[in-house]
């Protein structure tokens, strides 16, 4: 029932997540943050069972900072997602964790951005967008026909919330509350938090 | 079956000898059957409400022990009952029921379903009785421990945060607790709700149980952050009276506590029938 759209653009990474948590059919919290940041410059965007995903992401943040402070050298995207799917790979025959993710980065030292797709069975892959959750069946067609590299930020946004409109207006599960963040040089900045409203002919309030 | 009573002996040992901060809550010395593979035997002899739906992320063998899980089912766990809990500007409003269902014959009616956690912190009661009686106990042994120790009064969220880890920790094990802990401390009204599978979430109002959803109806409509004190209290105890009024498993006595920085009080305890023809009464006299 999460939804989890992200994809990489000219020096940045765009990521957005709904904001709703629930049980069964009831919204327990209309305001819940699935964009957890890591360090200054990666997010983790998880998906699934909220016990399961509070406790894997903590783990993974933790772990990150340990290694910051032992080694005193922050690690590279790739090597967080490497981690996170070894976590994920070892507990799925014992105590398997049920949280999907999308692993979002921006290394300084190749001054790109990178985002890694990772499954509860321990699969993982580097991918230049896709998404998590119903939202991938809806979203994904959009962003083979439109998404294209080194996307500026402005077009990017643009694509960002033309995938989440149409995830609020064909899912039937009511999500209108997105919350958007991106990643660049200067590290996590939450960009927007959108409700939107396809009744009102594909117009888009934003909310603080 | 796993005794749980003697996991509470090893941790309060450990914690007496050793001040260290990893033994003093560590959680999983969980005593399990003396026979192969107890993980999969709890999970086979328990099947829970949520359990028995179709889960369409899980993968076929998943789904195929779910089955075989349905037809061994021996404890059905089930939240009857409704409890809820919000906070506004003067402090935290906690309101319940007191109705305990066994199958379709109600087993009392008279369920203290709130459990004192310390004096400014309170944890309601759904799903399991006696798990969640036992962890919210257990809860405030800790609390008391970590005010001793520290010398200052444990936060909702710490308190909320043990808890959590604890059952995050017994989480594949059959138990039922949908429970709330609400308080007020340093940071003002707090409260967090602790489910059985591990997760924690922290809002402004939640409702738990069978009755919830007739609950939220009635909270959500009247609910505002600068809410008087006898309006908030009002509020509570009519939400809980209309899910008791619609939801068979919800009824006995509404009982409505109010927490604020002086802590914790019970403000009223009336019988739900009662208090439903009291509002009709009061409705039409307005009219």
């Not at chain 2, 068979?248 to 006595?253: E, F, M």
Request: hydrophobic share 35%; proline share 2%.
């Amino acid at each position: 029932m999460d939804s989890l759209v992200g994809f990489v653009g000219k020096n940045y990474v765009i990521m957005a997540g709904d904001t709703n948590a629930g049980r069964s059919i009831m919204r327990l919290k209309d305001d819940f943050d699935k964009l957890v940041p890591i360090d200054s410059h990666k997010i983790l965007a998880k998906s699934g069972e909220i016990g399961d995903g509070n406790q894997f992401c903590n783990l993974i943040i933790r772990n990150v900072s340990l290694y910051r402070i032992r080694n005193e050298t922050e690690l590279t995207t790739k090597s967080v997602a490497h981690y996170t799917r070894r976590q994920l790979a070892t507990a799925i025959r014992k105590n398997p964790y049920s949280v999907n993710l999308l692993l979002g980065g921006y290394d300084k030292k190749d001054q790109k951005g990178s985002l890694y797709y990772l499954d509860y069975l321990g699969s993982s892959k580097k991918i230049n967008y896709g998404a998590q959750g119903y939202a991938a069946l809806f979203v994904g067609s959009i962003l083979d026909r439109f998404w294209k590299e080194d996307l500026d930020f402005e077009d990017g946004l643009e694509l960002m919330k033309k995938c989440l409109r149409e995830v609020e207006k064909r899912l039937i599960i009511g999500t209108r509350c997105f919350l958007i963040k991106m990643i660049n040089s200067d590290g996590i900045s939450v960009v927007e938090k959108v409700m939107i409203n396809s009744e009102k002919k594909n117009e888009i309030e934003e909310e603080n | 079956m796993f005794t749980l009573g003697s996991v509470l002996d090893n941790e309060l040992k450990s914690s007496v000898e050793d001040f260290s901060f990893e033994t003093e809550f560590s959680t999983n010395q969980l005593m399990l059957p003396n026979i192969e593979k107890p993980f999969e035997f709890a999970q086979s002899i328990i099947s829970l409400e949520k359990d028995l739906d179709e889960n369409d992320n899980q993968p076929m063998f998943h789904q195929q022990k779910k089955e075989e899980r349905k037809e061994r089912a021996l404890i059905k766990g089930s939240k009857g009952t409704t409890t809820l809990a919000f906070i506004y500007e003067k402090g935290t409003v906690v309101a319940v029921d007191s109705r305990a269902t066994s199958g379709q014959y109600i087993a009392s009616q008279s369920v203290q379903k709130v459990v004192p956690v310390n004096q400014y912190m309170l944890g309601t009661l759904a799903g399991g009785a006696a798990d969640c009686q036992f962890f919210l106990g257990h809860l405030g042994r800790i609390c008391n421990l970590y005010e001793l120790r520290n010398n200052e009064k444990i936060s909702v969220a710490a308190a909320s945060k043990l808890l959590n880890n604890i059952l995050y920790s017994y989480r594949n094990y059959g138990l039922s607790v949908g429970s709330m802990i609400c308080g007020y401390d340093t940071r003002g009204p707090q409260l967090y709700y602790i489910d059985s599978d591990g997760s924690r979430l922290k809002n402004s109002l939640f409702s738990v149980g069978s009755g919830s959803p007739f609950a939220y109806g009635v909270l959500d409509a009247g609910y505002r952050w600068d809410l008087s004190k006898e309006d908030a209290i009002d509020l509570g105890r009519r939400a809980i009276c209309a899910a008791t009024f619609k939801d068979s498993y919800s009824g006995g006595t509404v009982k409505v506590y109010h927490i604020d920085e002086n802590g914790w009080v019970k403000i009223s305890d009336d019988d739900a029938s009662e208090l439903w023809y009291r509002y009709e009464e009061k409705e039409k006299k307005n009219k």
